[in-house]
C-alpha cells in the first residue's frame, strides 16, 4: 500500500513540476482526437504559413504524427518528412527527463 502511496505522490509531482507541458500536449491530444473522431479541426494554424503563403517545416506535423500511429508510414513521410527525426528525439528526451526526475527523487 505504501509503494501505491509513493507512486502516486511521484506522479503528481512530476505532472505538477511539468503543468505546461502537459497543458500542451492534452490540448494537441484532444484536437487529434476532435479531429480523427468529429473532424472537428481545433488544430493552431501555422502563423508563418498565413503571413508567407507557403508551408513552413513544421506544416503538417500533427497529421503526420497521427498517420504514423494509424501505420501509414509512407503517407506520414509525404505529410512531413521531420515527423521521422523530431518523434524519436522528443521520446529519447522524454525518457532521459524521466530517469533524471526519478535519480533525483531517491537522492532526496
Known amino acids: 500500500m505504501e509503494t501505491q502511496l509513493d507512486i502516486k505522490s511521484a506522479v503528481g509531482l512530476y505532472v505538477g513540476q511539468r503543468k ?7 490540448y494537441f491530444f484532444l484536437a487529434t482526437i476532435l ?9 493552431v494554424p ?3 504559413k498565413s503571413f ?6 513544421g506544416c503538417g506535423f500533427t497529421r503526420a504524427t497521427v498517420l504514423l500511429l494509424k501505420g501509414r508510414w509512407i503517407d506520414a513521410f509525404e505529410m512531413n518528412k521531420l515527423v521521422f ?9 522524454m525518457v532521459k527527463d524521466i530517469r533524471i526526475f526519478l535519480r533525483n527523487l531517491r537522492t532526496n
Open 46 to 48: 501555422c502563423v508563418f
Open 52 to 57: 508567407f503563403q507557403f508551408d513552413c517545416f
Open 35 to 43: 479531429f480523427e473522431v468529429f473532424k472537428v479541426d481545433l488544430f
Open 85 to 93: 527525426v523530431v518523434l524519436p528525439m522528443l521520446m529519447y528526451i
Open 20 to 26: 505546461l507541458y502537459f497543458i500542451i500536449g492534452g
